[in-house]
């Protein structure tokens, strides 16, 4: 057993690309020695921005070899009635590379076949490899690729060198003109030289010495290390930014750390632009002092280490100043700017092309988030008025100047310029929270106009697109319509909001009348199945079993909190070693409604025409839990009322054991079916039993 060692030295790499890649690079070399049957241990991936590296342990040095059998000509084709071969069972042997007299007859569904095993011969790991590597170089996903010199190989940036090492020996390939060897390089400026590899485990080590750390896990501590201690240095803390920090790891290879100073004049200017400015067009770490200031400073980590890193700070700060001098001056020009102009100017800005404007949507998202504050709190109350506000300026920003240099602080600035304008708290924090929740996990809005406002929104967007045919198919999504129906149903149950989704969505749909010439109803149905299949997802990924899920989502995902109450409960109950008779059971009742024929089944049960105790039992029980689960359900006691429905398991199966259904007498079996699609009815408000696996 020995260790593989595959690098692959480039031109600077973009910090964004490389750990993508290593997963990338390390599946793929993994699954080809897998494939081709070469024993191998872990993998440990290394990297920076010059190299993509990879170490796998105890690789055989040989592949396995493998007996197949490989499947001939009938037994009749190949042989005569005397057991002599003929031509057809010769040529079959030559093929196989095995003697006429080596040849099997095996018995198959189809008749006797002529048979031959056949050991596939061993190979070496590196002839293997040789040709696998640089085939798995042309396969690493990158963003974009690209090619230099007249070569017709294509890669995230140009090759300089691949180091190729099964133990002490090169596994020898081109890529272009690259002959991989055992050479590799150190930092481009602390030891540019040539650096022999004789074994693979001298790989990390020879590197640290040449001034690279390759380990990403080891770069990364040591860049945090010398951040935290340079801002204690400098009397603050670096603000916590973990993004910033794997993105700055990838940017060098010995992360060489330097503090800088701004003029505290740029102070003005809110602490969110100055630090998307240090932080999206520099890299630069923010600091602040015990009490969460911002100070007047920045920390920078080089690619090496200058003998006078004075110089180097202060060519930081010129490059800095530069920056917050353009957001200062974009900054005062928005605080001279009324908010209102910024909504009329979103006239000419294209929300989308069949939908209209951003400020046609603003006025749409406004009257929903008024139906939603009507449907939440008291109508016309203080809550519709926040709502209304919030909605009118949510987009104000984006035409503010700040907003356009800085694209990610949308809602921030919108916040930050009502916060200045003097609208309500609540408004003012509403316009930041309604693009919440941003990403897949993210924070949802916190206040209660924050939450209303991003329904509306998102709900404007869903509903718009499909009312002009916009509808997300297979992995197609551009308007990131699922994310924003997810966000949708997250707010709407962890605020456990009561009103109706189908009327939400029935709302919001009529706001596109001018818009659409899609049958609205059809509209309305086919977002609420989208919804709906959103909640099944969440739910799904939240643990929950898929036919419990399906059980409840197909009765009704109306109203959105109950859905998880309902999924909670039934999940909980089916845990119960009780439980899958008591599903048969009911499963029992649905089926035979549904295959039942009777076109006329009474709405009410005649207790006159009851013949066994069983059924004027069955019924008592019925009527008795029938009031106790319409309660339960009322008041979301959702565990008790699927107990109460529970209750009814012993009376079900004496029904079944003692009464014949469909009796032939037709007004005996229409009252039976009518006690039983009673009962269908009282616990397919619940789920549909049906669909639940026992």
């Known amino acids: ?114 048979c031959a095993e056949v050991t596939e011969p061993a190979l070496e790991t590196p002839k293997i490899l040789a040709d696998a590597l640089p085939e798995i170089m042309t396969r690493i996903p990158f963003p974009k690729t690209m090619k230099w010199g007249s070569l017709h190989v294509a890669f995230a940036r140009p090759v300089h060198w691949i180091v190729a090492l099964l133990g002490e020996t090169v596994i020898p390939f081109t890529f272009g003109d690259i002959e991989s060897g055992n050479r590799t390089y150190g930092h481009r400026f602390l030891s540019p030289e040539a650096i022999e590899i004789r074994r693979p485990d001298e790989y990390a080590d020879k590197l640290r010495e040449a001034g690279v750390i390759a380990d990403l896990d080891e770069r990364r501590q040591m860049l945090v290390t010398a951040v935290n201690q340079v801002a204690a240095e400098m009397g603050g803390e670096i603000l916590p930014d973990e993004a910033l920090v794997d993105t700055v790891k990838n940017l060098v290879e010995y992360p060489a750390v330097v503090a800088g100073k701004f003029d505290a004049e740029f102070l003005e200017v809110p602490d969110e632009v100055l630090i998307t400015a240090m932080r999206e067009h520099q890299k630069y770490f923010a600091v602040a002092d015990s009490s969460g200031k911002l100070m007047p400073g920045f920390i920078v980590a080089n690619n090496t280490r200058a003998k006078d890193m004075s110089l180097v700070a202060t060519g930081h700060e010129r490059v800095l100043r530069a920056r917050l001098s353009d957001a200062q001056f974009f900054f005062r020009g928005d605080a001279d700017t009324a908010m209102e102009a910024w909504v009329e100017k979103l006239k000419k800005v294209l929300f989308q092309a069949k939908l209209g404007s951003v400020h046609e949507k603003v006025i749409r998202v406004r009257q929903l988030a008024e139906y939603l504050a009507d449907e939440i709190g008291p109508e016309g109350g203080d809550l519709k008025q926040k709502a209304s506000r919030a909605a009118w300026l949510c987009k104000a920003d984006l035409v503010s100047q700040v907003v356009i240099e800085f694209t990610k602080l949308q809602g921030v600035m919108g916040r930050i310029y009502a916060g200045m ?152 109950l089916k845990a119960e070693p009780d439980f899958e008779p008591l599903a048969i059971a009911f499963k029992r009742i649905v089926n035979i409604i549904r295959k039942s024929e009777v076109g006329d089944i009474p709405d009410t049960v005649d207790e006159a025409l009851f013949e066994d105790a069983t059924e004027s039992g069955l019924y008592a029980a019925f009527q008795e839990v029938a009031g106790k689960v319409r309660e339960n359900l009322v008041r979301g006691a959702f565990d008790q009322a699927l107990l109460d429905i529970a209750s009814l398991k012993g009376p079900v199966d004496r029904f079944f054991d003692d009464v014949m259904v469909m009796a032939e007498d037709e007004k005996l079996r229409n009252n039976r079916l009518a006690l039983l699609r009673q009962m269908a009815e009282m616990f397919g408000q619940f789920a549909d039993f049906s669909k639940i696996s026992t």
């Open 1 to 114: 057993m020995k260790t593989l060692l595959f690098e692959i030295g480039a031109e600077e790499i973009p910090a964004g690309y490389i750990e993508p890649a290593l997963d990338a690079l390390s599946s793929q070399v993994l699954k080809k020695l897998t494939d081709a049957r070469i024993g191998h241990g872990s993998a440990r991936v290394f990297g920076t921005p010059r190299r993509l590296a990879l170490e796998v342990a105890d690789v055989a040095e040989m592949q396995e070899s493998v007996t197949v059998e490989v499947m001939g000509p009938p037994e009749k084709v190949g042989f005569d009635e005397n057991g002599a071969p003929k031509v057809p069972a010769e040529k079959f042997a030559e093929k196989a590379g095995v003697a006429v007299g080596e040849l099997k007859i095996k018995e198959t569904p189809k008749g006797r076949y002529l």
């Open 421 to 572: 304008a003097g609208e309500d708290a609540e408004v003012a924090t509403a316009i930041e929270e309604h693009y919440r929740p941003t990403y897949s996990g993210g924070p949802l809005p916190e206040t209660l106009t924050g939450a209303i406002v991003a329904i509306a929104d998102k709900m404007d967007s869903i509903c718009g697109c499909f009312s002009v045919g916009l509808i997300p198919t297979g992995g197609a999504d551009p308007y990131a319509l699922r994310r924003q129906g997810i966000g949708v149903l997250q707010i709407l149950h962890e605020k456990g909001f009561s009103f109706s989704l189908t009327g939400l969505i029935e709302k919001s749909v009529s706001l596109f009348a001018d818009k659409s010439d899609r049958d609205a109803g059809e509209t309305v149905a086919g977002v609420y199945d989208f919804l709906k299949n959103r909640v099944a997802h969440i739910l799904e990924d939240e643990g929950f079993s898929r036919d419990v899920i399906v059980a409840v989502a197909d009765v009704t995902v109306d109203h959105v909190p109950h859905v998880w109450d309902r999924v909670g409960a039934l999940e909980k």
